[in-house]
Structure formats: C-alpha cells, structure tokens
C-alpha cells in the first residue's frame, strides 16, 4: 500500500490560512474517507476531522477538510497560537485491513 | 464521562512479553470497534491493531503480525493487547482508541509507555 504523504513542516502567522496536504493511494484515500487528527505537544491525538470534510462536535469552523481522487488536504483558516500542533491524515486502506497514517505535519505559527 | 485509560506499560527485555489493557467508561463498550496505536516518542503515529465489536474479527500491522494479539472482554469493558516477542523497535508510547466509524478515532487514552532493552 502507498502510506499518506504529508509535508513534515508547515507554518503561518496568526490570522492566516494554512493548508496541509496528504497524499496516498488506490489502497487507501482512494477507496476510502480520509480522517485528520491533531495532536497539541504532549497530549494524545484528537479527531479533528472525519469522513473528509466532517468536524465533530466542539471542532471550530476555522478548520476543514477536502478530499480528491488519492489526496486530502486540511484547512485551518484564521490561525491562531494554540494551532500550533501535530497534524495527522489517516484512512482505511483495503490491502492491510486496517488504518495507515501519513508521517505528520508540525504546523508552526509564526 | 468517556474515557479510556490504558495499562500495563513497563520495562522488558527483548524477547519477553507484556500484556496491555485499556479500560474503558462512560459509553458502551460493547458496540465499537477498538484500535491501538503507538508512537515513538518525537516520531509519528503507527497504527497496530483493531478489534471488532465483538471480537470476531481482527487485523494486525506487518510489523507486529504473529507476535502481537488483540482481545477484548466485553463483560469487563477492557481491550487488551497481548505483546511476545519484543523488540527494541517495539519501544513506544501505546495509545488505545475508539472507533466511531471503522477508522475515525474519536476517543484516545493517555497512553502507556513500553520500553524494550536489556
């Protein structure tokens, strides 16, 4: 299977809007919804976004999801200073019968 | 309120065993899948295992195929995962989580840290 991709790094100043990409495969974001999580320094990951562009309750608005073909990409628009986290895609891929990770994106806000 | 809390972390020599446990509160048990996940600290998510709802099926990364074993007993609300044969790369933080969807983890633990080295 093709692991998602994801940029290690990105970063923006407060107020911005900043998008995350991930790439993957037929396996996996091709055939299936893709889910982003963040992780705040220290704490466990937290569901940020599901079914590629759904926000659990409590998520803010400023953050969104999109989904094409083999990749996704998250939004955060309006960035603030407690965005500043580690942001993971992952979805269900169909060879491994189980959920694969992009390597993380560390999103700095500037 | 939801929780889920893990145990059974420890120090253990390679080639030893270690068994997890992640108890789980406030919802009910019995309906949702279960996975775990680890990190290596200051590295990325791997996922591990998952479980469904009502144990009859399971699947494994390759990494810990044929070592690792996933369970679940409804009746106590607590998933397990059953660690032999350790190796050094084994070594992570173990986070156990909910499933909502088939992969959409919605409720994660704190973790719990094995260690394997000698």
């Known amino acids: 299977q093709s692991v998602p991709t994801q940029p290690p790094s990105a970063s923006g100043t407060p107020g911005q809007r900043v998008t995350i990409s991930c790439s993957g495969g037929?396996?996996?974001?091709?055939?299936?919804?893709v889910n982003w999580y963040q992780q705040l320094p220290g704490t466990a990951p937290k569901l940020l976004i599901y079914t590629n562009d759904q926000r659990p309750s409590g998520v803010p608005d400023r953050f969104s999801g999109s989904k094409s073909g083999t990749s996704a990409s998250l939004a955060i628009s309006g960035l603030q200073s407690e965005d500043e986290a580690d942001y993971y895609c992952a979805a269900w891929d169909d060879s491994l019968n189980g959920v694969v990770f992009g390597g993380g994106t560390r999103l700095t806000v500037l | 309120e939801v929780q889920l809390v893990e145990s059974g972390g420890a120090l253990v020599q390679p080639g030893g065993s270690l068994r997890l446990s992640c108890a789980a509160s406030g919802f009910t048990f019995s309906t949702y899948w279960m996975h775990w996940v680890r990190q290596v600290p200051g590295k990325g998510l791997v996922w591990v295992s998952r479980?469904?709802?009502?144990?009859?099926?399971?699947s494994y990364a390759d990494a810990v195929k044929g070592r690792f074993s996933i369970s679940r007993d409804n009746a106590k609300n607590t998933l397990y995962l059953q660690m032999n044969s350790l190796r050094a790369e084994d070594t992570a933080v173990y986070f156990c989580a909910r499933a909502f969807t088939r992969n959409a983890l919605d409720i994660w633990g704190r973790g719990t840290t094995v260690t394997v080295s000698s």
């Open positions: 037929s396996s996996n974001i091709g055939r299936n919804t």
């Open positions: 479980l469904n709802s009502d144990g009859s099926g399971s």
